[in-house]
């Protein structure tokens, strides 16, 4: 008799609980719940990182070993060179900016990782919505470590490429 969280049993205590099953039991939907919304969580912090062009807030939602690819032939790899060019990219010509990025669907590929889509861009002053030429649609592939999650791979492209004959 006990509590079950996160699929292990656990004994109630104590002489009060003495052969009664404790209530509070956490279902796997209620992790599966709190998993996307920490998964969804990791889209903020890069968010308001991004709006405070924090780079140190926006490197440290990577792991250690990510890779980012983005449009325009860029290809980065590990958390140290993202922090560097996020560092240059908020002094130049990101400076002023913020980033949209809504997500549009979220997946779990196992227990500590998940790939989540979101579709956005760059935003400069005054504009609620990128300009065609900034839209951008984005996979970000999310790692669970030491109990947090974290992008692991990131990767965009822009949608002006438009579509595909027959497509």
Not at 90 to 104: E, K, M, N, P
């Amino acid at each position: 008799m006990g509590v079950t969280i996160a699929g292990k049993t656990h004994r109630a205590c104590g002489p009060a609980n003495r052969g009664r099953t404790m209530a509070t039991e956490i279902t796997a939907d209620e992790t599966a719940r709190s998993d996307e919304a920490a998964a969804r969580g990791v889209v903020d912090r890069v968010n308001a990182a991004w709006a405070a062009h924090d780079a140190d807030a926006f490197a440290d939602a990577y792991t250690e070993d990510a890779t980012m690819v983005l449009s325009g032939d860029r290809y980065f790899t590990g958390r140290e060179t993202i922090r560097a060019a996020l560092i240059q990219e908020f002094q130049s010509r990101h400076r002023g900016t913020h980033l949209l990025a809504d997500i549009v669907d979220v997946r779990f590929i196992g227990p500590d990782a998940a790939v989540l889509i979101t579709e956005g861009g760059v935003l400069v002053p005054g504009e609620t919505v990128p300009a065609e030429e900034r839209a951008i649609r984005a996979t970000w592939t999310l790692a669970r470590q030491g109990g947090e999650w974290f992008i692991a791979a990131y990767q965009n492209t822009r949608n002006v490429d438009g579509k595909l004959p027959g497509a």
